[in-house]
């Protein structure tokens, strides 16, 4: 049961990240929190949409960074 309860409370903490194809989209939310984020996320059209942990998403481009080297790339 420790164990249990152990993950539990790893799931419930903000430590839960979520990722799409435009790049980061969030960080720092509990598992509950970041499972919504997915589905609206994927009700809007979006793809390659997973749940890590912040720690894991921190090589991965916010969705701003993105759009911000997409429109300097629009402008070269």
Known sequence: MPAIKSM???LQTES???LSERGREATHLRH???RRLVHKLASEG???LCIVTNEAALP???VAETRDLISAGDRA
Do not use: F, K, L, M
């Open 46 to 48: 979006h793809h390659g």
């Open 16 to 18: 839960w990240a979520v």
């Open 8 to 10: 539990i409370s790893e």
């Open 60 to 62: 991965i481009a916010t």
């Open 32 to 34: 509950e929190e970041a």
